[in-house]
C-alpha cells in the first residue's frame, strides 16, 4: 500500500465517474494508454481488479465500489487538511467557498460580501448560487464550506444554525398596488396575472403549495429564472408577482400586498457538514452574519 499515490486515487475516481477511459484521460490531461496502465498498476498494488473493462462501459467492480468510496473520503480529508494547514488564524488571508440559493442574492448577499471585505479584506469569497439540493450535495462532497438555504429535513450529515423567518408577500407596482384591497382575500388571486420565478426555485414550490391549498388557480403569465427581471416586468406592467418581503424593501418601485391567509414564513437557516473543519474564515462568517441579520432588523427564526 505504500506504493500508492494520489495520483492513482484521482485516476480511479476520473474513470468511475466517466465510465470511459477516453472522457477520464481528456478529463485528467493525460494519454489514455498512460491512464489504463496506472489503474492497472493500482491493482496491482492492492492485489484487486477494481474495474470491470468487459461492458461498453467501465463499470466497478464490488471492491472497486467499496474502495473508491474509501479514496473519495481520502481526498476530501487531505483537502481539508491541507486548508487548515493554511489558514490563517488572524484572517490576513483565507478562503471561504459559499453556497446560497437565488432568492438570497438579491436582498441578502450584497450586504454580506460587503461587510466581509470591509472587516476581512484578505479573505477570498467563491460564491456559489444554486438549488438547495446542490448546496446540500456539495456541501457532502467538501465542494463548499458553508450553505445558505431553508430550513427543514436536510440530507444526513448536515447541521444547520437558523438565521431569521423569511416572509413573503404579493408584490404589485407601487402605483397600483394602493388600488388593491390589504390585505387581499386568497380568492381574489383568480382574477389576477402573475409573474413567478420558474420551478427551479425553492420560492416556487413554496407559492405553488400555498395556492394548493387554498384553492387558488392565478394565472401565471410569466415565469422567469431571475429576480431582476421580476422586478422590472411588476414595475413596468400590470402584473404581480411573490417576493420575499426584504426584497421588496429594496425597490422603491414596489409595494407589498399583505395576503388573507397570509403566505406562511419559513426559517433561513445557515449549513454546514457535521465535523467539517471549521476554518477561521468560516467562523467570522458565521459570526459577521448573525450580526448583519440582527442589524437589519430580520424577524428572528422560529
Known amino acids: 500500500m505504500a506504493s500508492v499515490e494520489l495520483r492513482h486515487l484521482r485516476y480511479l475516481l476520473a474513470v468511475a465517474e466517466q465510465g470511459n477511459f477516453t472522457r477520464a484521460a481528456e478529463e485528467l490531461h493525460i494519454s489514455q494508454p498512460t491512464l489504463s496502465q496506472q489503474i492497472k498498476q493500482l491493482e496491482t498494488t492492492i492485489g484487486v481488479q477494481l474495474l470491470d473493462r468487459t461492458g461498453r462501459t467501465v463499470r466497478l467492480t464490488d471492491a472497486g465500489a467499496v474502495y473508491t468510496e474509501h479514496a473519495r473520503r481520502a481526498l476530501r480529508d487531505l483537502a481539508a487538511a491541507e486548508r487548515a494547514v493554511h489558514d490563517v488564524q488572524d484572517l490576513t488571508r483565507g478562503q471561504l467557498r459559499l453556497g446560497v440559493t437565488p432568492t438570497f442574492t438579491a436582498y441578502l448577499i450584497g450586504p454580506l460580501t460587503a461587510e466581509l471585505h470591509t472587516r476581512h479584506p484578505g479573505v477570498g469569497l467563491t460564491l456559489t448560487e444554486t438549488t438547495q439540493d446542490r448546496i446540500e450535495t456539495a456541501l457532502l462532497a467538501d465542494d463548499l464550506d458553508?450553505?445558505?438555504?431553508?430550513?427543514?429535513?436536510?440530507?444526513?450529515?448536515?447541521?444547520?444554525?437558523?438565521?431569521?423567518?423569511?416572509?413573503?408577500?404579493?408584490?404589485?407596482?407601487?402605483?397600483?398596488?394602493?388600488?388593491?384591497?390589504?390585505?387581499?382575500?386568497?380568492?381574489?388571486?383568480?382574477?389576477?396575472?402573475?409573474?413567478?420565478?420558474?420551478?427551479?426555485?425553492?420560492?416556487?414550490?413554496?407559492?405553488?403549495?400555498?395556492?394548493?391549498?387554498?384553492?387558488?388557480?392565478?394565472?401565471?403569465?410569466?415565469?422567469?429564472?431571475?429576480?431582476?427581471?421580476?422586478?422590472e416586468i411588476v414595475r413596468r406592467t400590470d402584473l404581480a408577482t411573490v417576493l420575499p418581503d426584504a426584497i421588496t424593501h429594496d425597490h422603491p418601485h414596489l409595494s407589498p400586498v399583505p395576503l388573507d391567509p397570509p403566505l406562511p414564513v419559513r426559517t433561513v437557516t445557515l449549513l454546514h457538514r457535521e465535523g467539517a473543519y471549521r476554518s477561521a474564515a468560516g467562523r467570522a462568517f458565521t459570526r459577521l452574519t448573525h450580526e448583519l441579520v440582527r442589524a437589519r432588523g430580520y424577524a428572528p427564526a422560529r
Not at 161 to 170: D, I, V, Y
Not at 201 to 223: K, L
Open 146 to 231: 458553508l450553505g445558505i438555504a431553508f430550513a427543514g429535513a436536510h440530507l444526513p450529515g448536515l447541521a444547520g444554525t437558523a438565521l431569521f423567518t423569511e416572509t413573503l408577500s404579493l408584490v404589485a407596482g407601487a402605483e397600483r398596488a394602493p388600488a388593491l384591497p390589504a390585505p387581499l382575500p386568497v380568492g381574489d388571486l383568480r382574477t389576477m396575472e402573475l409573474a413567478l420565478l420558474t420551478g427551479d426555485f425553492a420560492t416556487r414550490g413554496h407559492i405553488d403549495g400555498y395556492f394548493a391549498q387554498h384553492g387558488s388557480t392565478p394565472r401565471i403569465s410569466v415565469e422567469a429564472n431571475s429576480i431582476q427581471a421580476l422586478t
